[in-house]
């Protein structure tokens, strides 16, 4: 959204980019939405060339050395949170964390104030997780600082989907033309929005898959195809992207228990065996075990969820170095 | 000696059906006569090339006072409409404390002779303190000057409250002005749509709107009591109004300059000076309600005006209150919408800001004739000019039109024969 150009991009590090002369010129990410397919391509080339940091014995590089990433997380989150200080750290660069409980955020000062005053203190990158849809985006225009979003509402989660999307060409080794299967509350999930948006730029066919109470019927404005029914789509997908689902949604009557969820929308190694032998299974994390997913599933030789989270160190390492090179 | 001599404009009054070019005299605070005769008068403007008619007429303005001053005051409101050409507005009765009693009715017109600009008529409660649970006491608030009743910002949910209150103003021959949201499908902060649906924000379906009114309107046939849907917002909604027309139901409704010019795509960006309740909607809904104004099935045009603090608007989207200003820009926005795209001529969509919303809250006002109140307003159609809310007589700036640019502006306002508002250089029509 709003994007301001640097003049030049820093070659402090070369990255291993398939397209060397591409120039990343943006100071945010917020969403994917705003990203050319040519920006996430150069993201997850950039994230290749980290990855080897993570095998090294001392696994550290100078890259953000001196740099201040500060983690604001108005809204909880652990292994989000852990994933962006770690990967800050094996930049090289200093993390300070404010979460929105025990914080001044509590005491009714406002978001922009809060950013502003942190701000001030002078930090190099801003790292935003809020429950509210849209709060970093409202706050690009207002600091000088990068924004990275760690996921705002239901709205976007651009490291995840970067993540998963990372995921997906390392094991298949393109995007163009792989189908994918988004399956829960489509509805309230920030992990579908942003894979929507990246896969379908990238080329990939998605379908999203939950009941109508937790699929809004005018998502398929966003390029993606819906499907109520679970076993309808097993034979024909490449990936199926199982969504935690929360538990507090049975109560406002948009399922009516786990039990039937589990039942119609649930993986087990029953559907397993009527999908495509190699297909892969993901989930963003935390699993509940025996909802979305059984162990068997789960823990199975289909599964790349372990991967997903050792790619999100590099994908992230990645997006932290991009943005804050980008700025001078 | 009369007092004020107004030449050579063109003086439509839709409530009379006038339309032609002259005089008009005010003296003692009564439009004195109209005519070619130019007499000796303490004042004389040239109006030659602008519109004289009745001093508009605003329905639905939200004054803030009492409880929230420092994001409006009557006194700034009604400095606000003068400066848009309005010369009468309803005060919403959603303040704190609301006005639900005769005092409470009282201290708006207490408030409004104090601040000498625009008549500010007071609006009352349908129930105390606009919980929906109990009836006001419409008869002692009309009685002290409440011109209308609603519990505005939300609409009344129980049905048998709904038609108690609907019986009862019947009685005093009160209009019953209805928020139309079923509260049990709300929940939301923008339009239900593709829209929100990519911005991860929870939709409003214009079905809680459209059920309200169905429901609404049954009550209406049985009761016979005259009822007034504000601002409503969908096609659906239009349609339903036309269908209870046709059946002659005693039913008007409203439209705002936002539901007419701007659809939820607006949202995008998270700017919450475009967050607003009934939500704005799609594209066919801002037609149907164009065509609506257009067929006479929506009878007036109000602007909802509802200030609020630039922080409560700096918030996040979903937690910033909801609300648009526009009682300054109004008259300019209606023009865009409505005359300059075709749809009618200024004729046309003046009797929607004078004759027809006079008629559901004070039929003395709204005409410009002989006898008649002297509230006047003297419109430039061709001005062209530029929306600066920093320079708006509203204390409040949660205004989407900023920098808007804009064809008609009311040049000089009059209210009770004494002149309220004159644009500055406009074009010396001071003689």
């Given at each position: 959204?709003?994007?301001?150009?640097?003049?030049?991009?820093?070659?402090?590090?070369?990255?291993?980019?398939?397209?060397?002369?591409?120039?990343?010129?943006?100071?945010?990410?917020?969403?994917?939405?705003?990203?050319?397919?040519?920006?996430?391509?150069?993201?997850?080339?950039?994230?290749?060339?980290?990855?080897?940091?993570?095998?090294?014995?001392?696994?550290?590089?100078?890259?953000?050395?001196?740099?201040?990433?500060?983690?604001?997380?108005?809204?909880?989150?652990?292994?989000?949170?852990?994933?962006?200080?770690?990967?800050?750290?094996?930049?090289?660069?200093?993390?300070?964390?404010?979460?929105?409980?025990?914080?001044?955020?509590?005491?009714?000062?406002?978001?922009?104030?809060?950013?502003?005053?942190?701000?001030?203190?002078?930090?190099?990158?801003?790292?935003?997780?809020?429950?509210?849809?849209?709060?970093?985006?409202?706050?690009?225009?207002?600091?000088?600082?990068?924004?990275?979003?760690?996921?705002?509402?239901?709205?976007?989660?651009?490291?995840?989907?970067?993540?998963?999307?990372?995921?997906?060409?390392?094991?298949?080794?393109?995007?163009?033309?792989?189908?994918?299967?988004?399956?829960?509350?489509?509805?309230?999930?920030?992990?579908?929005?942003?894979?929507?948006?990246?896969?379908?730029?990238?080329?990939?066919?998605?379908?999203?898959?939950?009941?109508?109470?937790?699929?809004?019927?005018?998502?398929?404005?966003?390029?993606?195809?819906?499907?109520?029914?679970?076993?309808?789509?097993?034979?024909?997908?490449?990936?199926?992207?199982?969504?935690?689902?929360?538990?507090?949604?049975?109560?406002?009557?948009?399922?009516?228990?786990?039990?039937?969820?589990?039942?119609?929308?649930?993986?087990?190694?029953?559907?397993?065996?009527?999908?495509?032998?190699?297909?892969?299974?993901?989930?963003?994390?935390?699993?509940?075990?025996?909802?979305?997913?059984?162990?068997?599933?789960?823990?199975?030789?289909?599964?790349?969820?372990?991967?997903?989270?050792?790619?999100?160190?590099?994908?992230?390492?990645?997006?932290?170095?991009?943005?804050?090179?980008?700025?001078? | 000696?009369?007092?004020?001599?107004?030449?050579?404009?063109?003086?439509?009054?839709?409530?009379?059906?006038?339309?032609?070019?002259?005089?008009?005299?005010?003296?003692?605070?009564?439009?004195?006569?109209?005519?070619?005769?130019?007499?000796?008068?303490?004042?004389?403007?040239?109006?030659?090339?602008?519109?004289?008619?009745?001093?508009?007429?605003?329905?639905?303005?939200?004054?803030?006072?009492?409880?929230?001053?420092?994001?409006?005051?009557?006194?700034?409101?009604?400095?606000?409409?003068?400066?848009?050409?309005?010369?009468?507005?309803?005060?919403?009765?959603?303040?704190?404390?609301?006005?639900?009693?005769?005092?409470?009715?009282?201290?708006?017109?207490?408030?409004?002779?104090?601040?000498?600009?625009?008549?500010?008529?007071?609006?009352?409660?349908?129930?105390?303190?606009?919980?929906?649970?109990?009836?006001?006491?419409?008869?002692?608030?009309?009685?002290?000057?409440?011109?209308?009743?609603?519990?505005?910002?939300?609409?009344?949910?129980?049905?048998?409250?709904?038609?108690?209150?609907?019986?009862?103003?019947?009685?005093?021959?009160?209009?019953?002005?209805?928020?139309?949201?079923?509260?049990?499908?709300?929940?939301?902060?923008?339009?239900?749509?593709?829209?929100?649906?990519?911005?991860?924000?929870?939709?409003?379906?214009?079905?809680?709107?459209?059920?309200?009114?169905?429901?609404?309107?049954?009550?209406?046939?049985?009761?016979?009591?005259?009822?007034?849907?504000?601002?409503?917002?969908?096609?659906?909604?239009?349609?339903?109004?036309?269908?209870?027309?046709?059946q002659g139901l005693p039913v008007t409704a409203e439209a705002t300059p936002h539901h007419l010019l701007l659809t939820d795509a607006a949202c995008i960006g998270y700017d919450p000076n475009y967050k607003i309740n009934p939500p704005l909607r799609s594209a066919g809904d801002v037609e149907a309600l164009r065509q609506g104004v257009s067929d006479g099935t929506i009878d007036c045009l109000a602007t909802d005006h509802a200030p609020h603090s630039k922080e409560e608007k700096e918030m996040e989207f979903a937690l910033a209150p909801f609300g648009i200003v526009s009682l300054d820009c109004a008259l300019g926005l209606y023009a865009r919408a409505l005359v300059h795209s075709g749809l009618m001529d200024w004729g046309e969509m003046l009797a929607k800001l004078t004759v027809n919303p006079a008629a559901i809250i004070d039929p003395t006002l709204g005409m410009l004739q002989e006898g008649a109140p002297?509230?006047?307003?003297?419109?430039?159609?061709?001005?062209?000019?530029?929306?600066?809310?920093?320079?708006?007589?509203?204390?409040?700036?949660?205004?989407?039109?900023?920098?808007?640019?804009?064809?008609?502006?009311?040049?000089?306002?009059?209210?009770?024969?004494?002149?309220?508002?004159?644009?500055?250089?406009?074009?010396?029509?001071?003689?």
């Amino acid at each position: 959204m709003m994007t301001k150009k640097a003049s030049s991009s820093s070659n402090a590090r070369p990255s291993k980019s398939k397209n060397p002369k591409f120039l990343w010129t943006r100071k945010d990410l917020v969403g994917l939405d705003e990203l050319s397919s040519e920006e996430i391509v150069h993201v997850l080339d950039t994230a290749v060339s980290f990855q080897e940091v993570s095998t090294r014995s001392i696994k550290k590089i100078p890259a953000l050395r001196g740099k201040v990433v500060a983690l604001l997380f108005f809204e909880d989150s652990t292994r989000t949170r852990m994933s962006f200080e770690l990967a800050a750290s094996r930049l090289s660069a200093d993390t300070v964390f404010l979460s929105g409980k025990g914080s001044s955020t509590s005491k009714g000062e406002t978001t922009l104030d809060t950013v502003r005053n942190v701000e001030a203190m002078g930090v190099d990158v801003f790292v935003i997780r809020h429950s509210q849809s849209g709060a970093p985006h409202q706050l690009v225009d207002k600091v000088n600082v990068p924004i990275v979003n760690a996921g705002d509402g239901p709205h976007e989660h651009p490291t995840q989907a970067l993540l998963d999307i990372f995921t997906i060409r390392q094991k298949l080794g393109t995007l163009e033309g792989v189908r994918v299967a988004i399956v829960g509350d489509i509805a309230h999930s920030r992990v579908a929005r942003s894979n929507i948006i990246g896969l379908r730029k990238l080329g990939a066919e998605v379908v999203v898959v939950g009941p109508p109470t937790l699929v809004p019927a005018t998502i398929t404005a966003m390029g993606c195809e819906i499907s109520h029914s679970l076993d309808d789509i097993l034979g024909e997908v490449d990936v199926i992207n199982m969504l935690r689902i929360q538990f507090e949604r049975f109560s406002s009557n948009l399922f009516p228990s786990l039990r039937e969820y589990s039942s119609l929308f649930g993986m087990n190694a029953d559907r397993l065996s009527k999908c495509r032998k190699d297909v892969l299974i993901m989930h963003p994390g935390p699993i509940n075990r025996g909802v979305e997913l059984t162990s068997e599933v789960a823990d199975g030789p289909n599964s790349c969820i372990l991967q997903q989270v050792t790619n999100g160190l590099a994908v992230r390492m990645a997006v932290l170095y991009l943005v804050s090179q980008s700025r001078h | 000696m009369i007092d004020i001599l107004i030449t050579n404009g063109r003086v439509i009054d839709p409530a009379s059906g006038r339309d032609e070019i002259a005089n008009v005299m005010v003296a003692n605070g009564f439009v004195s006569k109209i005519g070619k005769t130019a007499p000796k008068a303490r004042r004389t403007i040239d109006a030659s090339g602008k519109i004289v008619c009745p001093g508009l007429i605003d329905l639905h303005v939200h004054c803030r006072e009492p409880g929230h001053e420092e994001e409006e005051t009557i006194a700034t409101a009604a400095s606000a409409a003068v400066a848009g050409g309005f010369t009468t507005i309803c005060a919403m009765p959603n303040t704190h404390p609301p006005q639900d009693d005769e005092t409470s009715i009282l201290y708006v017109l207490q408030r409004m002779a104090r601040a000498g600009k625009a008549r500010v008529l007071p609006v009352g409660c349908i129930t105390k303190g606009g919980e929906g649970k109990e009836l006001a006491e419409m008869g002692m608030m009309h009685e002290a000057g409440a011109v209308a009743f609603t519990d505005d910002g939300t609409g009344v949910a129980g049905s048998t409250v709904m038609q108690r209150a609907l019986q009862y103003a019947q009685m005093i021959d009160v209009v019953i002005m209805q928020h139309c949201q079923d509260p049990d499908l709300f929940g939301g902060v923008m339009n239900s749509g593709a829209v929100a649906v990519r911005l991860g924000l929870p939709g409003i379906a214009a079905s809680g709107e459209e059920i309200m009114l169905r429901r609404d309107l049954e009550l209406v046939k049985r009761t016979g009591a005259r009822y007034h849907a504000m601002h409503i917002s969908s096609a659906g909604s239009v349609e339903i109004i036309r269908q209870a027309k046709a059946q002659g139901l005693p039913v008007t409704a409203e439209a705002t300059p936002h539901h007419l010019l701007l659809t939820d795509a607006a949202c995008i960006g998270y700017d919450p000076n475009y967050k607003i309740n009934p939500p704005l909607r799609s594209a066919g809904d801002v037609e149907a309600l164009r065509q609506g104004v257009s067929d006479g099935t929506i009878d007036c045009l109000a602007t909802d005006h509802a200030p609020h603090s630039k922080e409560e608007k700096e918030m996040e989207f979903a937690l910033a209150p909801f609300g648009i200003v526009s009682l300054d820009c109004a008259l300019g926005l209606y023009a865009r919408a409505l005359v300059h795209s075709g749809l009618m001529d200024w004729g046309e969509m003046l009797a929607k800001l004078t004759v027809n919303p006079a008629a559901i809250i004070d039929p003395t006002l709204g005409m410009l004739q002989e006898g008649a109140p002297a509230d006047i307003t003297i419109i430039d159609p061709d001005k062209r000019w530029t929306v600066n809310a920093n320079k708006f007589a509203s204390k409040a700036r949660n205004c989407p039109y900023h920098g808007w640019k804009l064809k008609g502006r009311a040049i000089a306002t009059i209210a009770g024969g004494e002149f309220k508002f004159q644009l500055q250089n406009a074009s010396r029509i001071d003689k």
